[in-house]
């Protein structure tokens, strides 16, 4: 059974853009997907020209890309303005000139993606082929291995199993079938301990002191928690602390909030089964700054000066209770029309608190 599309005359036609004494250099903005494709169009055309190298657009931080990169041995640097002078010809992947500035001044030889068209940014390339349908860039690409018969490397094997894993969130996510064919055909040449020991790089050294105040810190909240991280360096510690706290069972939503800069960064995140992110982050915060999302995620930053003297973890949970009581008022039968006593609007203070 043929595993993929055949594509003999399309790929003749890429593979005639190249003369043998030009230099090629491959664009991304690095993700797994990203990197593994730049990978595997490395591989196809290091032969045709006289040089192929890989650059990448924007600052690499994840552990998990830094440890595909370092395991893999993916050779990308950051493109630099001397970087392209020295290059004739350019390729894109996993993306479309239109989804950077930096790609945006460059004429490409070739643009290989799967990222949705735009009516107002056509793709202009030599070559292109762009395929929504499919979950990752990395499926492509392995459609392009098998038709050129070229046997994928045990680490480049590797880089487009984990392309396909993270863009398609282990099949968790929208997938087409080509997703599927292309990680059974990859799991023959691929190195699983590579693979695992990439799938979980998934925390830095520097991270672990806020995870043990984080622990300390957590408030459970029914069926949610939050956390108060006081000044942190970076938002981004507590986009990764609300991800892993969410890993908890019966845990449904969580917001971990911090102070950077000026502001107090609150982040929000859900299952998408029960509340609606987006809407708790506006209903919220909405009156006093940015704050907004969707269900499973969201963000808030709200200006410490509107805190007044406040605690901010106090003023969180004030907050919260406040939209509790107000939903919790909006649903009651307009039977009941007494007003409650001060004991019963106590108890439902505490409920909604306590309620997920
Ligand atoms: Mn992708």
């Given at each position: 059974m043929a595993y993929f599309r055949n594509l003999d005359n399309k790929l003749k036609d890429m593979l005639e853009l190249f003369k043998r004494d030009e230099r090629l250099l491959i664009l991304v903005n690095a993700d797994p997907d990203a990197l593994a494709s730049a990978m595997a169009l490395k591989r196809i055309l290091y032969r045709k020209v006289q040089s192929v190298a890989i650059a990448h657009v924007n600052e690499i931080s994840r552990p998990d890309n830094l440890a595909m990169i370092k395991l893999l041995r993916i050779p990308t640097t950051k493109l630099t303005p001397p970087l392209a002078a020295q290059y004739d010809k350019f390729a894109l992947v996993d993306s479309q000139p239109h989804h950077h500035p930096d790609f945006?001044?460059?004429?490409?030889?070739?643009?290989?993606?799967?990222?949705?068209?735009?009516?107002?940014?056509?793709?202009?390339?030599?070559?292109?082929?762009?395929?929504?349908?499919?979950?990752?860039?990395s499926s492509l690409l392995t459609e392009y291995l098998y038709n050129l018969k070229i046997r994928p490397g045990m680490l480049l094997a590797t880089a487009l199993l984990y392309g396909i894993k993270t863009d398609t969130q282990s099949f968790e996510r929208k997938f087409n079938d080509v997703d599927i064919r292309a990680f059974r055909y990859l799991t023959k040449f691929y190195n699983p301990l590579l693979l695992q020991k990439i799938v979980r790089s998934e925390f830095r050294k520097e991270w672990l002191k806020y995870f043990s105040l984080a622990f300390r810190k957590i408030k459970l909240l029914g069926h949610g928690a939050s956390v108060f991280m006081g000044r942190v360096e970076s938002p981004d510690i507590l986009v990764i602390l609300a991800d892993f706290f969410l890993r908890i069972h019966n845990i449904s939503w969580d917001i971990v909030s911090g102070i950077h800069e000026d502001s107090l960064v609150v982040i929000f995140r859900g299952d998408g089964l029960r509340k609606d992110m987006g809407k708790m982050a506006s209903q919220m915060f909405g009156d006093l700054g940015p704050a907004g999302g969707h269900k499973q995620m969201a963000r808030a930053e709200i200006p410490l000066e509107k805190i007044d003297s406040t605690h901010p973890q106090q003023f969180i949970l004030n907050r919260l209770s406040n939209i509790n009581t107000r939903r919790k008022k909006r649903n009651r039968q307009p039977v009941n029309r007494d007003i409650p006593s001060m004991e019963e609007m106590e108890i439902a203070k505490r409920k909604a608190i306590t309620s997920g």
């Open positions: 945006e001044k460059l004429h490409f030889s070739i643009v290989l993606d799967h990222h949705p068209l735009s009516k107002e940014n056509p793709v202009v390339a030599d070559y292109q082929e762009i395929n929504p349908d499919y979950g990752s860039n």
